[in-house]
């Protein structure tokens, strides 16, 4: 099946630092990525949609000025949460969709994701 | 929005034993798949399954859109089996493929 990257897959840094993590499929291109956040014992939460060339598109509530979104190629969209606090850690999961689909079905395919803490 | 819930929140069973999960959602969708979440935080993509039903060994869903609901089946199951299972559906209004999930079902099996 097809495969996501997502890297680093856990990051410890000190608050008021900025983190970037990166998703890449491998062996597909996706036009649309994906970001979603979990909390411990939760579901997934989507944050935004990345779209290759244009601006994300993100969900109510969630600061498109904290999480920057950068999608700039077919294979690779990356997510940096900039000047991070504590609040901030959380579980980071990507996700993309082949652009072509496989007989009419669009699957989702998802990265490991990046455990984040803040300190 | 669309709702998606799934049922039970949580199940504990003894090895071998057999389960159904539920996720019930609020609208028509073009895509729903299920998942199980490992340990590690992976999920694993178990189906796709807009509608219709599927099988791959112990495993088996079915859809029923005009219902709005879907079965996952768990046979003989085994210790590895544990973990959470999600639903998550794409709503046929979405041009995006956003996949809005259920709160998922914890599940332990027991040796």
């Known amino acids: 099946g097809a495969v996501v990257s997502q890297h680093p897959s856990r990051v410890i840094c000190k608050s008021g630092t900025s983190v970037k993590i990166e998703c890449r499929s491998l062996d597909f291109q996706a036009t649309t990525m994906f970001w979603y956040r979990q909390f411990p014992k939760q579901s997934l939460m989507l944050m935004a949609t990345s779209n290759e060339g244009s601006k994300a598109t993100y969900e109510q509530g969630v600061e498109k000025d904290k999480f920057l979104i950068n999608h700039a190629s077919l294979t690779l969209s990356t997510l940096t949460v900039t000047s991070a606090h504590p609040e901030d850690s959380s579980f980071y999961i990507c996700?993309?969709?082949?652009?072509?689909?496989?007989?009419?079905?669009?699957?989702?395919?998802f990265g490991a994701g990046t455990r984040l803490s803040v300190l | 929005g669309i709702q998606v819930e799934q049922s039970p929140p949580d199940l504990i069973l003894q090895e071998g034993a057999n389960s159904t999960l539920r996720c019930n959602f609020s609208?028509?969708?073009?895509?729903l798949q299920w998942f199980h979440q490992n340990p590690w935080g992976q999920l694993i993509n178990l189906f796709y399954i807009p509608s219709g039903t599927k099988q791959n060994g112990r495993l088996s869903a079915t859809t029923v859109a005009t219902e709005r609901y879907s079965l996952l089946y768990i046979s003989s199951s085994q210790t590895t089996d544990s973990g959470v299972y999600f639903c998550?559906?794409?709503?046929?209004?979405?041009?995006?493929?956003?996949?809005?999930f259920g709160q998922g079902t914890t599940l332990q099996v027991k040796p």
């Open positions: 996700s993309a969709r082949d652009r072509w689909g496989t007989r009419g079905r669009y699957i989702q395919y």
């Open positions: 998550a559906v794409e709503m046929r209004s979405s041009n995006t493929g956003k996949l809005i």
């Open positions: 609208d028509s969708v073009n895509n």
